[in-house]
Nanobody, 125 residues
Framework: QVQLVESGGGLVQAGGSLRLSCAAS????????MGWFRQAQGKEREFVAA???????????YYADSVKGRFTISRDNAKNTVYLQMNSLKPEDTAVYYCGATRHVVTLKGLYDYWGQGTQVTVSS
């Protein structure tokens, strides 16, 4: 069993930055692939970024095209935490951001085993 709690959301102006954190409970955190998804009002939850258990070494980092070059995912297995650094934020990044844990394909939300409650990110123009 893994419990996930996101934090770090808020209101920011376009061009600004935020850092989201997702703290996990449970001793098996380091064995999971971790992903960030977002859901804007009236839209489906969409993939944002994901990272393999090794922390991305050897190429285990994945990003949606819409955030490549602006967002960076990382993890600290010693702290059971995954992060999403978001730079150059745009109004279209406004959404509730969720972290999830999976042992399967990272881009498919239906294959995630655990989800956090979400944190709101609002980018004003």
């Amino acid at each position: 069993q893994v419990q996930l709690v996101e934090s770090g959301g808020g209101l920011v102006q376009a061009g600004g930055s935020l850092r989201l954190s997702c703290a996990a409970s449970g001793r098996t955190f380091s064995s999971y692939r971790m992903g960030w998804f977002r859901q804007a009002q009236g839209k489906e939850r969409e993939f944002v970024a994901a990272i393999t258990p090794s922390g991305g070494s050897g190429g285990g980092l994945y990003y949606a095209d819409s955030v490549k070059g602006r967002f960076t995912i990382s993890r600290d297995n010693a702290k059971n935490t995954v992060y999403l650094q978001m730079n150059s934020l745009k109004p279209e990044d406004t959404a509730v951001y969720y972290c999830g844990a999976t042992r399967h394909v990272v881009t498919l939300k239906g294959l995630y085993d655990y989800w956090g409650q979400g944190t709101q990110v609002t980018v004003s123009s």
